[in-house]
C-alpha cells in the first residue's frame, strides 16, 4: 500500500480535490505511515520521500510554506511528527525542522482553549473539543516534550484527554461523541451536555489512535500514564462490542448498524485495529483483543482492499471527511454523516491501513521474544555528546540514538519480536543480569573516547561467565584495532575460545561499497535466513579455539563466531556492523541486505535463550 501511495503520489501529496498541495493533517498521517514502513523494512526510499515531502515547505529558518500561524488550526500539527522524525536522523541541515517543530510547538503553547484548559479544534470553532483533535495535537506534543525536556507538558496532554473522558463519554454504551461545545451555543450541541448528537465512527478511531501514539512517549513513571492507559481499556471492549459480527469491520455510525443508508466505513475499522493491536501487544489491554483485532483486519481485507489491474492496490468505502458547524452548517445529524462523500484511496483511509496492516505483520512474529529481555551494555562503552540544548546525552551503539550512530533501528527490530531493550550502566552483577536473556557488549572504550573508560576487569568476566553458563546468551562485537579497547576485551572472549585478532580487513575506499561485501552461503542458513549479502567493513577477524566454531568464514577469515557454554550461547563478530547508518537503507547500495540480517540475528539470538 505504501508503494501505491506513493507511485499516485510521485512528487506531493495532494489531499482529497485540492489541485496544489498544501500543508495538511492528511500529509501528516501519510509521512508517518511511510515512516512506519521504513522502519519494517530498512530501505531507504521510504526516509527520502518523507525528507523530500518535508523540504517542499520547510525553509532554511523554520518557517513553513502554506502553513498559517493565526488560525490556530489544530490540524496543522500533524506532519509535526515528521518534523521530529527528520530532527534526529544524521543529515546536515536537520536544524531547520527543528526550528520548524518549535513553529508548531508555539502554536500549541498559544492555542485558545475552553475555560477547563482544552485545546479548541480551530480558532474560527470557539469553545468546542474535538475528538480528531486529540490526534491532531497530543502525540506530537508528546514526542516533543520527550526529546525537548518538557516534562511539566505531560499533565496538559494527559488534561486533554481526561477533559473527553470527563464530557464526550456517553454514560450508557461507553461511546465517545464526535465532539462538545463548553458554551452549550452551537445548533448541534445538546444543550444539557454540549454534546454533538452521533458516534462518528473515524472521530472515535482518532481517539482510539491518540492514546496508544501518546503512550509512546509519556513517562513511565507518570502518575497520569495509569490514567491514558484506563482510557484505552474502558473503549476496548466498547468496540469488540460495536464490531460487525459478519464482516468484522465497523459502521460510519458506530451504533446504528442496522439504520437505513448507513454502511461499513474504511478509514475508522483500520484506526480501530490499529489501536486493539497496538494496546494488546504492549500490553495497554488484555491479550485477547488481539483476536478482535485480526478479525477486523481480516474484514478489512475482504471488504475494502481492492488489487488494481496496474498492480497497485487501492482501499475503498472511505468517508471523504466528517465535521461540525461552518459554512454550509454541518448540523451533525445521522443524515449529515451519510451524506458526505465515499472515496476512493482517500489518504484518511490508506494511511490507518498502513499502521493497521504494520501492527498485524508484527503480531505474526512478536512470540519470539515474548517475555525475554535484551540488554545492552552502557558501562564499558560509555561515550557522551552534547545535545542542542548543551546538555551531555550518551550516545553511540546505544538503543535511543536514532542518529546513524545508534542501535535505534536494530532495537527496533528486538521490540517488534516480542522482547523488551533494556540498558545496564554499570558493572555486569548477577543482580542486574537477573531477567536478562540476551547481553550485548558493544566496543568496549578506549581513553582516546571517553575520559574515564572502564575496562573489563576479572570480576566482571566472572560474573558473565557464571550467567551465561546458566544459559545466557552473550554477543559481543568488537571494532577495528584501533576504535576498540580489545586487549581486556579479549580477556571475556577468551573465556568462550574466542579472540579478535588484531588485523583489520574490508577497508573500504569512499563509496566503493563492494570492498565491504560478504555473502552469506546459501548452503548454511542456520542464523541468516533471510539474508545473502551483507556489509561489514574495517572489521578485526576471529580467532577460534573449542568449544567456538566459525558461524561464517570469508577467504580463510573467521567473520562470526558461535561458542556454545554450559546451558548459554556466545555470538562474536569484529565490528558494531548492525548500527542505524549501515540498516536504515540511507547510507550503503540498496542490494546489501544487513536490515535482514540484523533482523535474522535477532530473532536467532532469542531463540537461543533457554525457556
Known amino acids: 500500500m505504501a508503494d501505491s501511495f506513493i507511485a499516485r503520489n510521485k512528487d506531493s501529496i495532494l489531499v482529497g480535490k485540492n489541485t496544489f498541495a498544501r500543508w495538511d493533517y492528511e500529509q501528516g498521517l501519510m509521512l508517518k505511515a511511510i515512516e512506519k514502513v521504513w522502519y519494517r523494512t530498512g530501505e531507504g526510499k521510504y526516509f527520502e520521500y518523507i525528507r523530500k515531502d518535508l523540504d517542499q515547505y520547510v525553509k532554511e529558518d523554520g518557517s513553513i510554506r502554506t502553513y498559517k500561524f493565526d488560525d490556530f488550526n489544530i490540524d496543522n500539527i500533524p506532519p509535526g511528527r515528521a518534523l521530529l522524525t527528520m530532527y534526529q536522523q544524521t543529515q546536515p541541515d536537520k536544524e531547520k525542522y527543528k526550528k520548524a517543530a518549535d513553529l508548531l510547538w508555539k502554536q500549541l503553547s498559544e492555542q485558545p482553549r475552553t475555560k477547563e484548559g482544552g485545546y479548541w479544534h480551530k480558532k474560527r470553532y470557539p469553545n468546542q473539543m474535538w475528538l480528531d483533535g486529540l490526534f491532531m495535537g497530543e502525540p506530537f506534543a508528546a514526542e516533543y516534550s520527550m526529546l525537548f525536556n518538557h516534562p511539566e507538558h505531560f499533565d496538559d496532554i494527559a488534561k486533554q484527554f481526561e477533559l473527553i473522558e470527563k464530557y464526550a463519554v456517553d454514560e450508557k454504551t461507553g461511546l465517545v461523541y464526535h465532539a462538545y461545545d463548553e458554551s452549550k451555543e452551537q445548533q448541534w450541541a445538546d444543550k444539557k451536555t454540549g454534546r454533538s448528537p452521533h458516534f462518528w465512527a473515524r472521530a472515535i478511531g482518532w481517539y482510539a489512535v491518540a492514546i496508544v501514539e501518546v503512550l509512546d512517549y509519556f513517562p513511565k513513571d507518570h502518575p497520569k500514564r495509569a490514567e491514558l492507559i484506563s482510557y484505552i481499556n474502558r473503549l476496548a471492549p466498547v468496540l469488540a462490542k460495536y464490531q460487525d459480527k459478519q464482516s468484522g469491520v ?10 437505513k443508508g448507513n454502511y461499513l466505513e474504511a478509514s475508522a475499522s483500520c484506526m480501530f485495529v490499529y489501536a486493539l493491536a ?91 521474544g515474548k517475555g525475554k529481555k535484551v540488554a545492552l551494555d552502557y558501562y564499558f562503552n560509555h561515550e557522551f555528546r552534547k545535545k542542542a540544548n548543551g546538555k551531555q546525552e550518551p550516545f553511540h551503539y546505544t538503543w535511543e540514538d536514532r542518529q546513524h550512530s545508534g542501535f535505534w533501528l536494530w532495537g527496533n527490530t528486538f521490540r517488534e519480536l516480542g522482547a523488551k531493550t533494556v540498558s545496564i550502566p554499570a558493572a555486569p552483577t548477577a543482580e542486574n543480569l537477573k531477567g536478562v536473556n540476551v547481553y ?172
Not at 250 to 259: A, E, F, K
Not at 469 to 474: E, P, T
Request: glycine share 8%; with cysteine; charged share 25%.
Open 278 to 368: 497496538k494496546a494488546s501487544r504492549l500490553g495497554y489491554i488484555p491479550a485477547t483483543y488481539a483476536a478482535t483485532a485480526k478479525k477486523g483486519y481480516d474484514g478489512i481485507l475482504k471488504t475494502f482492499i481492492e488489487k488494481e489491474a496496474d498492480g497497485l492496490i487501492s482501499i475503498n468505502k472511505t468517508v471523504s471527511v466528517g465535521g461540525l458547524g461552518g459554512t454550509p452548517y454541518r448540523d451533525g445529524s445521522y443524515e449529515y454523516y451519510l451524506s458526505e462523500p465515499i472515496r476512493k484511496n482517500d489518504l484518511k483511509g490508506v494511511g490507518p491501513f498502513i499502521y493497521a496492516s504494520v501492527e498485524m505483520e508484527i503480531a505474526t512474529e512478536n512470540a519470539v
Open 440 to 611: 550485548i557488549i558493544v566496543d568496549p572504550d578506549t581513553k582516546k573516547e571517553t575520559a574515564n573508560p572502564n575496562f573489563i576487569q576479572p570480576k566482571d568476566i566472572a560474573e558473565i561467565e557464571k550467567w551465561v553458563k546458566a544459559g545466557g546468551v552473550l554477543m559481543l562485537m568488537a571494532n577495528d584495532t584501533a576504535n576498540c579497547e580489545i586487549p581486556h576485551f579479549n580477556q571475556l572472549a577468551k573465556v568462550f575460545g574466542i579472540q579478535f585478532t588484531s588485523r583489520n580487513r574490508n577497508m573500504v575506499q569512499g563509496l566503493q561499497f563492494e570492498q565491504g561485501r560478504l555473502d552469506i552461503p546459501t548452503s548454511d542458513k542456520t542464523i541468516f535466513k533471510n539474508a545473502s549479502k551483507i556489509y561489514i567493513k574495517e572489521l578485526s577477524p576471529l580467532a577460534l579455539t573449542p568449544p567456538a566454531k566459525s558461524a561464517l568464514t570469508d577467504h580463510g577469515d573467521i567473520i562470526f563466531g558461535v561458542s556454545k557454554y554450559g546451558k548459554g550461547t556466545v555470538f562474536a563478530v569484529g565490528d558494531p556492523w548492525l548500527y542505524n547508518e549501515y540498516t536504515d537503507g540511507r547510507r550503503i547500495d540498496t542490494t546489501f541486505e544487513n536490515f535482514e540480517a540484523g533482523k535474522d540475528l535477532a530473532e536467532w539470538l532469542l531463540k537461543q535463550t533457554v525457556k
Open 250 to 259: 465497523w459502521y460510519q455510525i458506530v451504533d446504528q448498524g442496522t439504520r
